[in-house]
């Protein structure tokens, strides 16, 4: 390869990855309409009903798009996917996915999955349990929050961007 055509190529290489840039969904006509805001509370809940630690997430997204949330613990990871759906009547519904993955000295690694078809109104909390809402004596309990809203620009984070109330260890 010729010395012109080292830099040719590399212009040609990062106009190409430039292109392949998704645009901002917000941006792009028609889909704003659609935006959906997906509120997140993660909490870890001991035996005694203490809650050992939290998170909150708000993410934007439009239905059929799944928002992610990974929980990594000392023996624990959990893999949660949350997709809003849109029926044609308007009526709205969640799609919840968990994969967890927990790792025991008496077991070993345990994999256990969920899925969850759960209806929602706008504003209305749910809760999803990716350890099953039963645990073993002993066990802390896994519980996730759910409430879903119309996006609004004015009082909702940029594409992209993730509120986070900061973790928190109590």
Do not use: H
């Not at 005694?48 to 439009?62: D, L, Y």
């Amino acid at each position: 390869m010729g010395p012109r055509l080292i830099p040719a190529l590399l212009i040609v290489l990062t106009s190409a990855g430039l292109c392949a840039q998704e645009a901002p969904f917000t941006e792009v006509p028609g889909l704003k309409e659609k935006a959906l805001i997906l509120e997140i509370v993660a909490r870890v809940i001991e035996r005694n009903e203490t809650e050992a630690w939290s998170t909150e997430n708000t993410k934007v997204t439009i239905p059929g798009r799944a928002v992610i949330l990974k929980l990594v613990g000392k023996n624990v990871i959990v893999l949660a996917q949350f997709t809003p759906y849109q029926r044609e009547d308007g009526k709205t519904f969640l799609v919840a996915q968990g994969q967890v993955w927990i790792d025991t000295p008496q077991q070993g690694l345990k994999y256990q999955s969920t899925i969850q078809t759960i209806p929602i109104n706008y504003g209305e909390q749910v809760l999803f349990f990716p350890l099953g809402n039963q645990t073993k004596e002993g066990q802390a309990q896994i519980e996730i929050q759910l409430e879903l809203r119309p996006f609004d620009k004015k009082n909702t984070p940029q594409e992209g961007q993730d509120t986070k109330s900061g973790d928190t260890n109590k």
